[in-house]
T-cell receptor
């Protein structure tokens, strides 16, 4: 299993505040991902990165932004939090699985965000 | 995009019972993973299984890639098996998740 860390685990914040969710991994994985998950629902990809200085938007539109300055670090930022941003945010990194174009993704513990 | 359907959506089991969860997907995939999300939200990787059968303790999984489905078997269920089980398929380096099966195991 990969070691992926997310902080904070829980965050309650007021509308309009800027927040950064941290994600770091110690395995040297090139690929990292951010998913958003509403309670009881499936995960949706919002951002991904194939390596340093590489960031792409995922399938679900998000007002958040990401950066990848170091391999091990992939923070997600909301410039102005709103109640609609209330959700769980999960970070993942992946390793090749040995087959053609295959990889296995490993997830961090998640950050539960509540915007009042 | 690729569609991933899981069934049943909810499953209530008595401790010790066996069960089968199903995952259907709409197109060919590079990989398939089964995850267990515990009540605290942590996603635990159960199986990486693009094809064939794997077993890990009381859990086993089978993927029939040519027929685009995968099955997760839980035998002798325990209360700690409760949670949501997600199937996710990888295509073009993007992971698409099903809606999950919520499993409740009662003592």
């Amino acid at each position: 299993e990969a070691d992926i860390y997310q902080t904070p685990r829980y965050l309650v914040i007021g509308t309009g505040k800027k927040i950064t969710l941290e994600c770091s991994q110690t395995m040297g994985h090139d690929k990292m991902y951010w998913y958003q998950q509403d309670p009881g629902m499936e995960l949706h990809l919002i951002h991904y990165s194939y390596g340093v200085n590489s960031t792409e938007k995922g399938d679900l539109s998000s007002e958040s932004t990401v950066s990848r300055i170091r391999t091990e670090h992939f923070p997600l930022t909301l410039e102005s939090a709103r109640p609609s941003h209330t959700s769980q945010y999960l970070c993942a990194s992946s390793v090749p699985s040995g087959g053609y174009m295959t990889e296995t993704q490993y997830f961090g513990p998640g950050t539960r965000l509540l915007v009042l | 995009g690729i569609q991933v359907e899981q069934s049943p959506p909810d499953l209530i089991l008595q401790e010790g019972a066996n069960s089968t969860l199903r995952c259907n997907f709409s197109d060919s995939v590079n990989n398939l993973q089964w995850f267990h999300q515990n009540p605290w939200g942590q996603l635990i990787n159960l199986f990486y299984i693009p094809s064939g059968t794997k077993q890990n303790g009381r859990l086993s999984a089978t993927t029939v890639a040519t027929e685009r489905y995968s099955l997760l078997y839980i035998s002798s269920s325990q209360t700690t098996d409760s949670g949501v089980y997600f199937c996710a398929v990888l295509r073009d380096y993007k992971l698409s998740f099903g809606a999950g099966t919520t499993v409740t195991v009662r003592a």
